[in-house]
Each structure stands twice: as structure tokens, then as C-alpha cells.
Nanobody, 122 residues
């Protein structure tokens, strides 16, 4: 079992920044790929970014490339999402999740956090 707890969401103006954190507990954290997804009202959950356990593979959605940075600290069992130059269309509930590999399909992720709300005002 893996438990995930996200934090760091909030309300920010367009152009601002936020850093999300996801703390993991339970089974061996360092061997998993960690991913971030988001879901806006009325929309499907979409991939944002993921980072493999060895830091060797990082993927970003095209919509966030160049603005968001994913990182992880295996010693702290924490994954981060630094979000810069935020846009109103980034408004969503952001979830972290665990997978066995660097996938962009949310169906490949078996454990999920409860989510943290990010709201970007124009």
C-alpha cells in the first residue's frame, strides 16, 4: 500500500507561481514513477508530468512544457511540481499518483492522492 498526500494548492493570479508537494508513505517510494495529473470541472483527468524512480525519464504535457517542473526527493519520499507562469486554464484539482513506469495514461497509475485545488484568476 502507498498513501499519498498533496499540498500547496491555492489561489494565485495569472502569471504567478505555486509549488505542489506530494508526500508518500508505505511501500518503497524510490522504485516507483511519480506522476501529476489534473482535472478541471466537466473535463477528464489529464496528464501533467511524471518522473521515473531513477530521475532518468521525465515527461511533460505539451500544455505545461517550459512552465512546470517536476522533481522528487527519494530520501523525503516527496515529489514536487513547480508551476510558473500560471494561466487561468491551469485551474483544476491536481493529483499525484504512483505507477510502475513513466506512463502518461492515468489508467496505469494505481495509487492516488486526494487532490489539491489550484485556482488561477485572470
Amino acid at each position: 500500500q502507498v498513501q499519498l498526500v498533496e499540498s500547496g494548492g491555492g489561489l494565485v493570479q495569472a502569471g504567478g507561481s505555486l509549488r505542489l508537494s506530494c508526500a508518500a508513505s508505505g511501500r518503497t517510494f524510490s522504485s516507483y514513477t511519480m506522476g501529476w495529473f489534473r482535472q478541471a470541472p466537466g473535463k477528464e483527468r489529464e496528464f501533467v508530468a511524471c518522473i521515473s524512480w531513477s530521475y532518468g525519464t521525465i515527461y511533460y504535457a505539451d500544455s505545461v512544457k517550459g512552465r512546470f517542473t517536476i522533481s522528487r526527493d527519494n530520501a523525503k519520499k516527496t515529489v514536487y511540481l513547480q508551476m510558473n507562469s500560471l494561466k487561468p486554464e491551469d485551474t483544476a484539482v491536481y493529483y499525484c499518483a504512483v505507477s510502475s513506469g513513466p506512463y502518461t495514461d492515468y489508467g496505469r497509475y494505481g495509487y492516488w492522492g486526494q487532490g489539491t485545488q489550484v485556482t488561477v484568476s485572470s
